[in-house]
């Protein structure tokens, strides 16, 4: 079965890498940058160490890939990304790039020969924290790109573009990175939870059937700055009252509906002073359901409500998408392959749906997909105590093992 303490040891070691000097400010290892180059270079490492033959595609993806003994199949996909938010914990995106490699590893330990080629991908900026996009990687394998990603800019300025090209990537060879759909058999990926179903069931894994659909705006209002002392409140075109009422709203219409989630998770004003009436407010939408049908009731709703209140105001209005991805289904044999090997390995587990959002969202536009889930400690993540124990993080990993064999052997 697949190694506990080599597996658990490789996460604390990249776990080590983008660690801020206060641990209480957990790691931040954002794409293109010295400490992404660095885990690169780490899970490189462990790619040849589980004897997978390493390459990196026109999008910066890191494959690392075992020939099976009929080549002419799809091939078996694994991965997941090394990139974090801001301020992440150790186990978001490692743990799937890991145990994948963990997979390889012991296939080869065991003298395993799939019929299947076996790739295993670190997919680029699956985040999307430097840049507000998200997936690039995983976008262009899948011929996904969101429109004007390149243009987009971190918080110097600098273009994605400029990024890609200083980390030695052609910007306009992204493409290069697609893959053909059908040329992947099935595609499996092991994240955390980061949510709390599996904790109140005692359940250390999970069966995803569904992955929420993540859709991202920027929100811009622009009205008249002014002495905060010398004009009058009738008077006032306020940006940054018309955002807190809009805030509210969006709170709102979201919590009336089930599995609808909306977050604004940046802000920012200008000019930004105390005795200033602000000129200017943007802030971020992130805005999610498992179900299509109810995502568009809300951000209907939400566009409304902006609308109302940004013309009631007199102040200009301009609202961005900066990324989409329709909910999804796991494929339903992937689903039932898992489960089987969940039984054979007596490891109790549930179906479950993905609140958050993974590289899988994209590979489902070519591929079938398939998720385990590993316990995540009060549900938290995105956090520096993100955390799962080295006993789940093994079931997590023995789960896929299992699976990638009921694969392998099931699909042609
Ligand atoms: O936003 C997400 O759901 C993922 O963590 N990128
Ligand atoms: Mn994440
Ligand atoms: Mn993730």
């Known amino acids: 079965m697949v190694n506990k303490e080599r597996l658990w040891d490789q996460l604390m070691e990249l776990g080590k890498i983008g660690e801020n000097t206060d641990k209480k400010k957990g790691l931040t290892r954002l794409v293109f940058t010295p400490e992404e180059d660095i885990a690169k270079k780490l899970i490189k490492e462990y790619m040849v160490d589980a004897g997978l033959t390493v390459m990196e595609d026109a999008a910066g993806n890191l494959i690392g890939k075992r020939i099976g003994k009929n080549p002419d199949l799809p091939v078996i996909m694994l991965g997941s990304h090394i990139d974090t938010v801001f301020r992440?914990?150790?186990?978001?995106?490692?743990?799937?790039?890991?145990?994948?490699?963990?997979?390889?590893?012991?296939?080869?330990?065991?003298?395993?020969?799939?019929?299947?080629?076996?790739?295993?991908?670190?997919?680029?900026?699956?985040?999307?924290?430097?840049?507000?996009?998200?997936?690039l990687g995983s976008q262009a394998m899948t011929g996904n790109l969101d429109e004007d990603i390149l243009e987009r800019k971190d918080e110097q300025g600098i273009t994605l573009?400029?990024?890609?090209?200083?980390?030695?990537?052609?910007?306009?060879?992204?493409?290069?990175a697609e893959r053909a759909k059908g040329s992947i058999a099935a595609y499996l990926e092991v994240h955390i939870e980061q949510g709390k179903v599996l904790e109140k069931n005692g359940l250390s894994v999970g069966v995803v059937t569904g992955i929420a659909g993540p859709r991202w705006f920027r929100?811009?209002?622009?009205?008249?700055?002014?002495?905060?002392?010398?004009?009058?409140?009738?008077?006032?075109?306020?940006?940054?009252?018309?955002?807190?009422?809009?805030?509210?709203?969006?709170?709102?219409?979201?919590?009336?509906?089930?599995?609808?989630?909306?977050?604004?998770?940046?802000?920012?004003?200008?000019?930004?002073?105390?005795?200033?009436?602000?000129?200017?407010?943007?802030?971020?939408?992130?805005?999610?359901?498992?179900?299509?049908?109810?995502?568009?009731?809300?951000?209907?709703?939400?566009?409304?409500?902006?609308?109302?209140?940004?013309?009631?105001?007199?102040?200009?209005?301009?609202?961005?998408?900066?990324?989409?991805?329709?909910?999804?289904?796991?494929?339903?044999?992937?689903?039932?392959?898992?489960?089987?090997?969940s039984k054979k390995l007596e490891l109790p587990t549930t179906k479950m749906v993905s609140g958050a959002g993974h590289d899988s969202l994209n590979l489902s536009g070519i591929a079938p997909i398939g998720m385990i889930f590993v316990r995540s400690q009060k549900g938290l993540s995105h956090r520096p105590d993100e955390w799962s124990t080295q006993e789940d993080c093994f079931d997590g990993a023995r789960l896929l093992y299992q699976t990638v064999l009921n694969v392998d052997r099931e699909l042609r």
Request: hydrophobic letters at 40%; aromatic letters at 4%.
């Open 88 to 135: 992440g914990g150790k186990f978001d995106g490692a743990l799937g790039v890991l145990s994948a490699i963990e997979v390889a590893r012991t296939l080869n330990e065991r003298d395993v020969a799939l019929d299947h080629t076996l790739e295993v991908v670190a997919f680029t900026d699956e985040e999307g924290a430097r840049f507000s996009t998200g997936m």
């Open 161 to 176: 573009k400029e990024a890609l090209a200083d980390a030695g990537y052609d910007p306009d060879k992204l493409t290069d």
């Open 219 to 341: 929100i811009t209002l622009r009205g008249e700055s002014g002495h905060a002392g010398s004009t009058p409140m009738i008077l006032r075109k306020d940006p940054l009252a018309a955002a807190a009422e809009i805030i509210t709203h969006i709170e709102d219409i979201a919590r009336k509906q089930k599995n609808t989630v909306a977050t604004v998770g940046q802000f920012s004003v200008e000019p930004g002073g105390i005795n200033i009436i602000p000129e200017e407010v943007s802030f971020s939408l992130d805005l999610r359901d498992e179900d299509l049908e109810n995502r568009n009731l809300a951000e209907t709703a939400i566009k409304e409500k902006i609308a109302a209140i940004t013309d009631k105001r007199e102040l200009d209005l301009n609202l961005q998408l900066l990324h989409n991805l329709d909910p999804v289904k796991c494929d339903p044999v992937l689903v039932k392959l898992a489960i089987e090997a």
